[in-house]
């Protein structure tokens, strides 16, 4: 009787864990097997959640779509600094984080920088339009992968999680958790990001 009493509780347990992941969706199918939601005390722990590494990393090509269908892959971007950020209309710290991105974009983007927002919700393009129309966002392009296969391959455990590349496509730095990143602090690293390489309008000269 007592290990019958025992084992519910520990399914009961485990019930309420999974729980606490699942309902930041609209349903558990949201969710991608082995994909959490970062949890925001994360970055509050640690401050500003982007953490450059000693020396640049490879990155797979990953392929994914625009608005339009057209397939695309992060070599499209070379030549710039780019901010991936992985991302799902159903995941609350996304949502809240997006803003803040489109004032980046806003603010940084152009020849030289670009924020790539990569959805990775099933609904594709459609649930991006819906979101980015309901709170106004204007300077973020709209880029997806429904299959979510991005996360896999660039290792992202949880969401929303980013990633800085460098003009060469090597990753420089990583982030797991929201960020305001129109911040002084992420705005003085992007810029200083930039500038550690020749700009668009330079290398133009140089060919």
Request: charged share 25%; proline share 6%; with cysteine.
């Amino acid at each position: 009787m007592k290990r019958m009493v025992l084992a519910s509780v520990v399914l009961l347990a485990a019930f309420a864990l999974g729980l606490t992941v699942y309902s930041y969706s609209r349903s558990a199918r949201d969710v991608p097997s082995g994909l959490a939601l970062a949890d925001a005390s994360a970055a509050r722990k640690s401050g500003f959640p982007l953490r450059l590494h000693a020396t640049p990393r490879a990155v797979p090509d990953i392929r994914f779509q625009d608005d339009a269908g057209r397939q695309m892959s992060l070599a499209d971007f070379r030549g710039r600094v780019v901010l991936l950020n992985l991302w799902a209309t159903w995941c609350p710290p996304c949502r809240k984080e997006i803003p803040s991105l489109d004032r980046l974009q806003t603010k940084v983007g152009g020849p030289d920088f670009e924020v790539v927002a990569l959805s990775i919700d099933h609904d594709g393009v459609s649930a991006v339009q819906r979101f980015y129309k309901e709170i106004g966002i204007r300077a973020l392009k709209i880029y997806i992968d429904p299959t979510t296969d991005a996360t896999y391959r660039l290792g992202i455990t949880g969401i929303p999680g980013t990633l800085l590349l460098d003009r060469e496509g090597r990753e420089i730095g990583r982030a797991l958790g929201p960020a305001e990143w129109d911040s002084p602090e992420s705005l003085a690293l992007i810029r200083r990001a930039i500038g550690g390489g020749p700009s668009a309008a330079e290398r133009a000269k140089r060919e």
